[in-house]
């Protein structure tokens, strides 16, 4: 029998682990902490940018030309005007 010094010895003082256990373990630390991370700024952007229904927020940039849009179907302001203020908001 051998006795646990001799043991040790022969695997090179790591004892049962060898180098590709410790390799592998890394491995999967790494893996997990990239997940998180992952996770995280995922949640971070869903809640960050989000109104009160749920929709996406719009810029004010966005809602003025929705405005435009509006007033334009519903017969407020003629073409040229449409045009001139769309070409503006650009």
Same mark, same amino acid.
């Given at each position: 029998?051998?006795?646990?010094?001799?043991?040790?010895?022969?695997?090179?003082?790591?004892?049962?682990? /060898?180098?590709?256990?410790? =390799?592998? +373990? @890394?491995?999967?630390?790494?893996?997990?902490?990239?997940? $998180?991370?992952? /996770?995280?700024?995922?949640? =971070?952007? +869903? @809640?960050?940018?989000?109104?009160?229904?749920?929709?996406? $927020?719009?810029?004010?940039?966005?809602?003025?030309?929705?405005? @435009?849009?509006?007033?334009?179907?519903?017969?407020?302001?003629?073409?040229?005007?449409?045009?001139?203020?769309?070409?503006? @908001?650009?």
């Amino acid at each position: 029998m051998c006795s646990t010094a001799q043991d040790a010895a022969m695997m090179g003082g790591m004892g049962m682990m /060898g180098p590709g256990m410790m =390799i592998g +373990g @890394l491995l999967v630390l790494l893996v997990l902490l990239a997940g $998180v991370v992952a /996770g995280a700024v995922w949640l =971070i952007r +869903g @809640l960050g940018h989000r109104d009160t229904a749920g929709g996406a $927020v719009q810029t004010p940039h966005s809602a003025a030309q929705e405005e @435009l849009r509006r007033r334009y179907a519903a017969g407020e302001i003629d073409r040229e005007e449409y045009l001139q203020r769309k070409v503006d @908001l650009e």
